[in-house]
């Protein structure tokens, strides 16, 4: 039942943009609401979803961001947002699709905006840098 809840909330967010209400998500598979609820809480046990507060609104989908922040994705007319720089880039190859990245330099703050083909992004001056160790993320996934 977890793989379908988690396979029905990247298909609506492929689809939309946005991550699913859990009251959508549970019509959409025809389930009851807390038996989705009890789903989603394991899920995020296994790192495999972020949930806000209320447990029930989901905030991360990696690599998609529930909320707006300022890594978006275009792809084939649909916004999408990432939860940060490399999931920008994870958002294009997890659909399989080409896309423009917008987001901004940490340092100037200045504009940014990336073409990424099926094959990952084109040459470019831009590093990547991470405050954080990878090892170290999820002590705390929406700082990093």
């Known amino acids: 039942?977890?793989?379908e809840v988690k396979l029905a909330i990247y298909r609506a967010t492929a689809e939309r943009g946005r991550p699913p209400s859990l009251?959508?998500?549970a019509n959409a598979i025809g389930a009851p609401s807390d038996q989705v609820r009890e789903a989603y809480t394991r899920l995020a046990r296994n790192r495999l979803l972020v949930l806000e507060p209320d447990e029930v609104t989901i905030r991360m989908a990696p690599p998609f961001s529930g909320v707006p922040t300022e890594h978006r994705v275009w792809i084939d007319g649909v916004d999408y947002y990432a939860n940060c720089a490399w999931d920008a880039l994870g958002i294009p190859a997890a659909l399989h699709r080409?896309?423009?990245?917008h987001s901004r330099c940490a340092q100037s703050s200045s504009p940014l905006v990336l073409q990424v083909g099926l094959d990952g992004p084109g040459a470019s001056p831009w590093l990547f840098h991470c405050l954080v160790p990878a090892a170290r993320w999820w002590q705390d996934i929406v700082f990093t």
Do not use: M, R
């Open 1 to 3: 039942f977890d793989t």
């Open 23 to 25: 009251p959508d998500l």
């Open 98 to 101: 080409s896309a423009e990245v």
